[in-house]
C-alpha cells in the first residue's frame, strides 16, 4: 500500500527558512512519474506550487515561490523535500505533497494528476 508521510511543518518568522519532508513507503519514489507540493490557505482551494518529474527530468515553480523554493528528492532516504526560504506570511497554509504512478506533469498539471496524498502540515509565518 502506497502512502505519503510529511513532517517539517510549523511556525517560522518572515525572512527565515523551513525544509518540509514527504517520505514514501510502498512505493519508490524514483519510479513516480511526477511528485510535486500543493498548499492550501483557509477557504481557498489547494493550489500546486511546484513538480518534478521522474529523475528531474522536469521541474516547475509558480512565481509565487520560484527563487525561494526548492523541491528535491533523497533516494536513498526514499523522501521528497521542499526547502522554504526567504519565506513571507503570504506563505501560511497547509502543505500537500502528492504523487502519480501515471502521469508526468507539466505547467498545467493539477490536483487531479495526483493520486497519492500526504496528510497535510501547518505552516505559519508571521511578520
Known amino acids: 500500500q502506497r502512502q505519503l508521510v510529511e513532517s517539517g511543518g510549523g511556525s517560522v518568522q518572515a525572512g527565515g527558512s523551513l525544509r518540509l519532508s514527504c517520505a514514501a513507503s510502498?512505493?519508490?519514489?524514483?519510479?513516480?512519474?511526477?511528485m510535486g507540493w500543493f498548499r492550501q490557505e483557509p477557504g481557498k482551494e489547494r493550489k500546486g506550487i511546484t513538480y518534478?518529474?521522474?529523475?528531474?527530468?522536469?521541474?516547475f515553480y509558480t512565481d509565487a515561490v520560484k527563487g525561494r523554493f526548492t523541491i528535491s528528492v533523497d533516494s536513498a532516504k526514499n523522501t521528497l523535500y521542499l526547502e522554504m526560504d526567504n519565506v513571507t506570511p503570504e506563505d501560511t497554509a497547509i502543505y500537500y505533497c502528492a504523487a502519480s504512478t501515471l502521469y508526468y506533469c507539466n505547467r498545467e498539471s493539477g490536483a487531479d494528476y495526483f493520486a497519492d496524498w500526504g496528510q497535510g502540515t501547518q505552516v505559519t509565518v508571521s511578520s
Open positions: 510502498g512505493y519508490v519514489v524514483d519510479d513516480y512519474y511526477c
Open positions: 518534478r518529474n521522474k529523475r528531474g527530468a522536469f521541474t
